[in-house]
């Protein structure tokens, strides 16, 4: 009894392995269609009820999805291969499935009035540079803000006009104007 047990263990490790390594090659009634740049195979085959109802439905599910893997995996060893860097690769097609997106495609926004009018005319926005050469210094510097070009608030002198008082401040004069410009423009912007 012993060894009737022991030459079953034996036949079912022997048919366990002989399931793992399964042969490469599998027949189909009819082929499937193969999409080899998403890796996608499609079964057209029957599933027979029989078949379905012959062994568990997980089972079942395991050998048919196993079977159509190594099929799609035999197409893509068909593709030409290259070696790089001890790993072999395949260079896989163009994809023939269009994979539906989640949302439409963005539809592009409509030129305003003023890119329409620029567009036949042919005028192309320039956008200035940063820097500009000052004459006085003989050197690029910044066109606008800190360190600027032609930056007249740095001069250590100021003609006084003939019309102005000549005990009048002009350093003052000019300090009092630019205040103002700079609330007339924060308070309108």
Known sequence: MAACSVEELLLKAEQEEAEKLRSISVHKELDLDFDIGNLLACDKNRIESRDLRQQPKENFLRSLARDNT????????????????????????????????????????????????AKLKGIQKKKKTNLVWDETAKEWKRRWGYKRANDDTKEWLIEVPETADSNEDQFAKRAKAKKERVAKTSSTG
């Open 70 to 117: 190594q099929l799609l995996i035999n197409e893509v060893w068909k593709l030409p291969t290259e070696r790089v860097e001890e790993a072999i690769v395949a260079k896989l097609p163009d994809p023939t499935t269009p994979l539906p997106r989640e949302k439409p495609p963005p539809k592009p926004r409509p030129p305003t009035k003023w890119e329409q009018f």
